[in-house]
């Protein structure tokens, strides 16, 4: 068969910087792919290369809709996303339209996990407070009740959500000497005993963790869901980390309790916005970690995901089951 018999399937990738080996795989199975060339990606753009495309490989966090849908056409048979998160899908429109849409879980949880226990020594220990010492010129000699951080040693962590980024910290834990691991989700986990992790009310999750971090997607349940009330329920000396979603974060209650000292302190990969302003009161907070949504920012990670994607695309284009469908 000649090369140009073989592209059977037109796929747009949104993005220039998709790992090339997900384009290569494309390739290799037959595709023509048309690569849209702007970072960050331009939505008129994408829209106009829609048209007659057979699969979207979606590498961006613009709302993906029936807008998208409609511009590409009635032959458009599958899309996936370059991301775990999927709360900037419209999945009921893509349900509405039984249009296979996928997504790359799993393959982020070891990034994330990383980053994760790095969110809680650096926030846990004051590592921005510190650096602003320094950077003030108040770096204080001979104190010893300075910069008195938490240790994750005899901690309670707590985890709302207890998926694969939940259990991939969890697993690193296991030698951290914690002292308990709890966790809440809706039902209980059958695999929470290889973790030795407790399943918790919402309530009992406050109460005891000493660290907190949240691991959950962001949902209609989720949203908003750490609040005055929450942060009002949670121990003062409690570390709390964000690598779920910004928005399952009321951040005015969350700022409020780290200037207070209601909690310890905070370490965020998500916020709300994306990009965060430079001048946001959270970057005004010193017990406050804020680093820019780089939980899966790494070259092993970012490719896995892509590659994940490209095989959605695949399978769903050859008939089969997508590896990770969305719903
Ligand atoms: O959802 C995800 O995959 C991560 O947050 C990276 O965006």
């Known amino acids: 068969m000649t090369s140009a018999a073989r592209r059977l399937y037109k796929v747009l990738v949104t993005h220039p910087e998709v790992p090339l080996p997900a384009l290569e795989f494309l390739r290799q199975k037959g595709c023509e792919t048309i690569v849209c060339e702007n970072i960050p990606p331009v939505r008129s753009d994408i829209l106009q290369k829609l048209p007659g495309v057979d699969a979207i490989f979606w590498a961006s966090y613009q709302p993906l809709n029936g807008e998208v849908l409609d511009a590409a056409g009635s032959q458009l048979k599958a899309v996936s996303t370059m991301s775990s998160g999927i709360d900037y899908v419209d999945v009921p429109e893509f349900k509405r339209r039984q249009m296979p849409l996928g997504h790359t879980p799993g393959v982020v949880k070891n990034g994330v996990a990383d980053l994760a226990i790095g969110l809680m020594i650096a926030a846990g220990r004051f590592f921005h407070a510190g650096r602003q010492l320094i950077e003030n010129s108040k770096w204080e000699k001979e104190r010893i009740n300075w910069l008195m951080g938490q240790e994750i040693r005899d ?68 949203k908003g869901k750490f609040n005055a009330e929450a942060f009002g329920k949670m121990k003062k000396n409690c570390v709390f980390v964000n690598v779920g979603r910004g928005g399952i974060v009321d951040q005015d209650a969350l700022i409020e309790a780290l200037k207070t000292g209601q909690i310890f302190s905070a370490g965020l990969d998500v916020m709300t916005p994306e990009p965060l302003p430079a001048d946001d009161p959270l970057m005004k907070i010193p017990n406050c970690v804020v680093i820019p949504h780089m939980g899966t920012q790494t070259l092993k990670t970012t490719t896995e995901m892509a590659m994940l994607a490209a095989n959605n695309l695949i399978n769903a284009l050859e008939g089969k089951p997508m590896v990770c469908p969305a719903y």
Not at 180 to 192: A, Q
Not at 194 to 217: I, N, R
């Open 155 to 222: 901690s309670v962590i707590g985890f709302m959500g207890f998926g694969g980024i939940g259990q991939a910290i969890a697993k690193r834990l296991q030698c951290w000497d914690v002292k308990k691991i709890i966790y809440h989700t809706r039902t209980r986990r059958d695999n929470d005993v290889d973790f030795g992790a407790h399943h918790v009310t919402f309530d009992e999750l406050l109460k005891e963790s000493d660290f907190l971090v949240v691991a959950c997607p962001l949902t209609a349940e989720t």
